[in-house]
Every structure is written in structure tokens, then in C-alpha cells.
């Protein structure tokens, strides 16, 4: 073996990622699918450095225990000679994505269907609506009162300014088979995901420049770290 400069103490863990709390994000990457009359929308959110000012976040890391196993841990600091659990805030979740799941549903994103319906199946479009109006575009309205419903793309979604809650995502796990199909082995995974997105009312929008900064910069570091970093 090779001696080394670098060190590791069990505080230098990654923190877990905090569940059902909400983030600034923005809109960073989009792909919009059309099928038909259905638009398909997979949009992946970045979590803003305001989430630096969100406080009071119990610090945990994944390590582990006496049996071997990988778990939940509570990260401890000594404050005036007792123990006690670390609180910190939400700067370590600066700069994370995560892509739009609906908790329940087997397919990530969302969709829209682009038709008239009548009124008893417009049901089909409410998480559209609900998501496109947490993003604070505004639908125009008939007389009646009624949406007029329009068709967001990739440069339309791109940059917007939301607040997103993760949650964990139950899905079923997928292998390659030996004719290198995905095919299902019967268990299931969990993952992190935005289940839902909320109005970010003092959000600004994100220019297309900044955005395409971000990536360049990302690309930048991978090429400088070739390791791969395990995430929980």
C-alpha cells in the first residue's frame, strides 16, 4: 500500500438528506415528450444556496452499526460538556437535483393532455395545472371562470423559481438481463425525488446563461474527479 495526505473522521460523512422539508429550486434541465395529445414533462430541480437560510435541520448520516448494517444515524456534538444531536442549516443541499416524481405513481415527471374533455375527465389535468401555477404562470380565463389551458416546452420551464419537497419514491427495481433489456426482478427501490412543488413567491427566475454556467462549471469538476461519490 501507498502512504496518503488525505483524512477522514466519521463528522466528514455526507448528511442525509432531509425528507419532507421544501427547498428553493429552479428548473435547471427539462425534456418534454409529445405522444399524440400527450405531453410528457420530466423536469429536473436545482436547490438554490437560499437554502442555506433554511435553520434548525437535525443532522443525520448514513454509517455503519455494530451488525454491519447501513443506517439512519444521528450526528452528535459536545456543547458545554454534554451530548447532544447536531443542528445545522440547509447549505449542504446547495446545488443538489432532484427529478418530479408524484408519490404512488410507477412513472417519473408529469403530463398534460392537450384535447377538449368533458367535464367529468378533466380531472386528468390537475396535477398540471396545480404544477404550472406553483411555478407562478398565470393561465388566462373564459367568462366562466374556466382555465384556458396552454402548452409549456423545454425553454418555457427552463429557469423557473419554485419550492420543491423530497420525498422517497418506492419503485420497482429494474436489471439488465443477459440480452441487455431492463426488466423488473420483483423488489423494489427507494429514491429521493421532488414529490411535490409549491410556490417560491420572491423566486426569481434563472437566465439561461447562469443555467448554462452551472453545467459548464459541474462539467469542469468532473473532469478534475474521476470518483465516484456514493449518495444516500
Known sequence: MRESNATFNDDDRQLAIPLNKLFPAHITKSSVRENGNRFNYNPTFRIHDEASLIENIPAYVYAKNENGETVKTPVTEMVDGK????????????????????VGSNFPGFSFLDEAMPKNERWKNQEYVDIIEALQMEFSKTKDGARLLFVMEDEDLLGLPCYVRL??????????????????????????????????????????????????????????????????
Not at 420497482?172 to 425525488?193: A, C, H, L, M, S
Request: charged share 40%.
Open 167 to 232: 420525498g422517497r419514491v418506492t419503485l420497482p427495481k429494474r436489471v439488465r438481463n443477459e440480452d441487455g433489456v431492463w426488466v423488473e426482478t420483483g423488489d423494489t427501490i427507494q429514491i429521493t425525488k421532488a414529490i411535490e412543488v409549491c410556490p417560491w413567491e420572491t423566486g426569481k427566475r434563472m437566465p439561461l446563461t447562469q443555467i448554462e454556467e452551472l453545467y459548464r462549471k459541474d462539467d469542469e469538476e468532473d473532469e478534475l474527479d474521476d470518483s465516484d461519490d456514493i449518495k444516500f
Open 83 to 102: 451530548e447532544r444531536q447536531k443542528i445545522v442549516n440547509g447549505a449542504f443541499m446547495t446545488g443538489r437535483e432532484y427529478q418530479y416524481h408524484k
